[in-house]
């Protein structure tokens, strides 16, 4: 692994791939061989690459790890309309990677909003995915369930992401805001703004939150719309300390909606992107759960 000309990490190690789903052109990493797949899904504001640690330390046990850029990010297509980011469309090119590599049955694990389409991807299809590990996000049911003002309050970021002059905010002074009161405890806060400083990479981030607003979210639970699932996957979230977008409880006490294993780990110390900064025991964790039969 090792960084261009602009500060951008670019995964040289990896073999990938690019693949038409639904439209969109994803590069995908596909690195390993094996019948054990373990599929990688990112988060706000990365690339596949915030995952090197453990793709090196899943194909060094004997897996098979696929992991795109996701919709907006790195190497795929940055639409900039806003409706082609809508989490079920996002969910429908997940199944639809998987289809096009005639992949049956894979492991999970996502990250911020990675998680969120690992949840969805586990509670909708749970045929497809054999175990399943959330970094960061619980229960996407438990997270809307809005047991206090406080919760609702530690969104403030979601509700900023859509507003109109949001965009120009966070360009603004090469970045000054952005950097500051977003990714302040981003382990790589320059990589990072390396690839914001394209305008439809920017717009491209800003559309996951303006096409999955949470008001809708909470809309539906609280008119009952959404009952709340059961996931049938067994599940593994893991939490640091560090975090400062998502509060412990909404992962901790996922466990309430879960008809599977369920284990979580607490993590001391590390920032929201503790694959990055406690790299070591995010890997242990996620192996000591997908080897479990």
Known sequence: ???????????????????????????VIDAGAGDNVVLLLHGQPDTASVWRYQIDALVKAGYRVIAPDMIGYGQTDKP???ARYQGELII??????????????????????????????????PERFRRHVAVSV?????????SGPEEVKESWYMYLNGQPDTASLYAAKDGEFFKHFIIPTHPEIEEVWSRMQNPSALNGMLN????????????????????????????LGIWSSGDTYLWEDQIKTSGALMDADWRYERIEGGSHWVMLDRAQEVNALILDWLEKN
Do not use: C
């Open 1 to 27: 692994m090792n960084k261009n000309t602009n500060n951008t990490i670019v995964a040289t190690s990896f073999p990938s791939k690019e693949i038409s789903l639904n439209g969109i052109n994803y590069h």
């Open 80 to 82: 900039q309309e806003t």
């Open 92 to 125: 429908g090119d997940m199944v639809a990677l998987l289809d096009a590599l005639e992949l049956k049955q894979v492991d999970v694990i996502g990250h911020d909003w990675g998680a969120f389409v690992s949840w969805e991807l586990v509670l909708n299809l």
């Open 138 to 146: 619980g229960h996407p049911d438990r997270m809307m369930s809005m």
């Open 208 to 235: 996951w939150d303006r096409a999955n607003q949470m008001s809708s979210f909470y809309l539906a639970m609280v008119s009952g719309e959404s009952e709340p699932r059961k996931g049938q996957v067994p599940t």
